[in-house]
């Protein structure tokens, strides 16, 4: 399958900064990337799609100024969690889509705010 | 409106034991794509097998299998001879045909399995 990889797998970070999430497509053009958040023992949840050099969409009361995303190329998206709080502690996952009809998802990365 | 179903929240079955996840899903649309994720403890979701509307063949890969049911709207996915490595959560979701890869995935809420050595 296609390898979708994403940076950092762990980051812990200081309330009030801001942290980017990179989400690279590595052997194919992700035309769509998605981002969701997972809780503990929960599935997962859209909380935005986005598609190479436009705006992304979010989903309903997911805060585009406090998540912010860019899609500036075919094999790469960023999530940026802006003056994060304890409460954006969460295992945050992107997955890529193509040509093909399936998402491939990165790794996952863990954010802990202290 | 679209919605899946995976009713079994957890599992937990002895090694060599043979289990099926259930995934029953709703969906408006005549023509959909069905898909399984595995998600062990590392976290990174694991595409195991997509399957077309109007492909409505079983399909056999290893120990693994499925069987899909339009009639019922149901993909249920079978482990024969269940493996500790088997252990992780698992993902039935569903995608709009037509639309192309802007199409968001519906999950299910997964069913963690647990396979005892």
């Known amino acids: 399958g296609a390898v979708v990889s994403q940076h950092p797998s762990r980051v812990i970070c200081k309330s009030g900064t801001s942290v980017k999430i990179e989400c690279r497509s590595l052997d194919f053009q992700a035309t769509t990337m998605f981002w969701y958040r997972q809780f503990p023992k929960k599935s997962l949840m859209l909380m935005a799609t986005?598609?190479?050099?436009?705006?992304?969409?979010?989903e309903q009361g997911v805060e585009k100024d406090k998540f912010l995303i860019n899609h500036a190329s075919l094999t790469l998206s960023t999530l940026t969690v802006t003056s994060a709080h304890p409460e954006d502690s969460s295992f945050y996952i992107c997955?890529?889509?193509?040509?093909?009809?399936?998402?491939?998802f990165g790794q996952g990365t863990r954010l802990t705010v202290v | 409106a679209q919605k899946v179903t995976q009713a079994q929240t957890e599992i937990s079955v002895v090694e060599k034991e043979d289990v099926t996840l259930d995934c029953v899903y709703e969906?408006?649309?005549?023509?959909?794509?069905l898909f399984w994720y595995k998600q062990p403890p590392s976290g990174e979701l694991v595409f195991l097998i997509r399957?077309?509307?109007?492909?409505?063949q079983n399909e056999i890969s290893g120990r693994y299998s499925w069987n899909f049911q339009k009639s019922t709207s149901s993909f249920n996915f079978t482990i024969t001879a269940s493996q500790v490595v088997d252990s992780a959560v698992y993902f039935c979701?569903?995608?709009?045909?037509?639309?192309?890869?802007?199409?968001?995935?519906?999950f299910g809420t997964g069913t963690l399995l647990a396979v005892q050595p």
């Open positions: 986005s598609n190479e050099g436009s705006k992304a969409t979010y």
């Open positions: 399957r077309n509307s109007f492909d409505e």
């Open positions: 997955s890529a889509s193509g040509r093909s009809p399936e998402a491939f």
């Open positions: 979701a569903l995608r709009a045909f037509y639309g192309g890869a802007t199409n968001k995935l519906i």
């Open positions: 969906t408006r649309d005549t023509t959909y794509y």
